[in-house]
């Protein structure tokens, strides 16, 4: 399964860098000004997605975050299929911030040196709560460092991913384990 969860991984890597020539110039994906890397670190649950074959099925979905020695980050990402109580699948990764000028547009790989952008479009100033997205707009996450958040924050958010042009639509909410 962790093979199958790599290759998905990796198949999410081509199609973001392929699929900047479809994206709509109406999406605003302008990302937050400031990230402090050190703050950002630590687990994410995922709030909401687009659907992706990489994470189909997928519920429980969090991402950790470490630095690793040679200064890159460490990602983990794990998720169970199927159900809560499925297989847990997990893949091992890599983000880099290639311009310290903007930090919050990271690049992430998951096999080699194929990196898709994973831009911070929103941050809480407390780093309870982000939204992610990329230089396409077929692309996007809500992300949280619990379980699950409040219900008016999360249509506040997306009314601010509306506003951006994002199809709020087509999220889709992940199921997660209550802590």
């Known amino acids: 399964m962790k093979t199958k969860f790599l290759l998905l991984t990796t198949g999410f890597l081509f199609v973001i860098s392929f699929s900047c020539k479809t994206q709509n110039a109406m999406t605003d994906k302008t990302v937050v000004k400031q990230l402090d890397i050190e703050k950002y670190l630590g687990t994410w649950y995922?709030?909401?997605?687009?659907?992706?074959?990489?994470?189909?099925?997928?519920?429980?979905?969090?991402?950790?975050?470490?630095?690793?020695?040679?200064?890159?980050?460490?990602?983990?990402?794990?998720?169970?299929?199927?159900?809560?109580?499925?297989?847990?699948?997990e893949a091992i990764g890599k983000a880099k911030i290639p311009d310290p000028k903007e930090p919050a547009?990271?690049?992430?790989s998951f096999f080699l040196f194929?990196?898709?952008?994973?831009?911070?479009?929103?941050?809480?100033?407390?780093?309870?709560?982000?939204?992610?997205?990329?230089?396409?707009?077929?692309?996007?996450w809500i992300?949280?460092?619990?379980?699950?958040?409040?219900?008016?924050?999360?249509?506040?958010?997306?009314?601010?991913?509306?506003?951006?042009?994002?199809?709020?639509?087509k999220l889709i909410k992940v199921p997660q384990k209550p802590v």
């Open 46 to 89: 995922e709030i909401a997605r687009y659907d992706h074959t990489f994470e189909r099925d997928l519920v429980g979905v969090t991402a950790t975050y470490s630095m690793r020695s040679d200064g890159k980050i460490k990602v983990v990402n794990r998720g169970y299929k199927g159900s809560l109580n499925g297989k847990l699948s």
């Open 114 to 140: 194929f990196y898709g952008d994973y831009f911070v479009l929103e941050l809480d100033k407390d780093y309870q709560w982000a939204v992610i997205g990329s230089s396409s707009d077929k692309y996007l």
């Open 143 to 169: 992300l949280s460092r619990t379980p699950q958040i409040d219900e008016t924050l999360y249509n506040r958010l997306l009314d601010n991913l509306k506003k951006r042009g994002y199809d709020v639509s």
């Open 105 to 108: 547009k990271l690049k992430v």
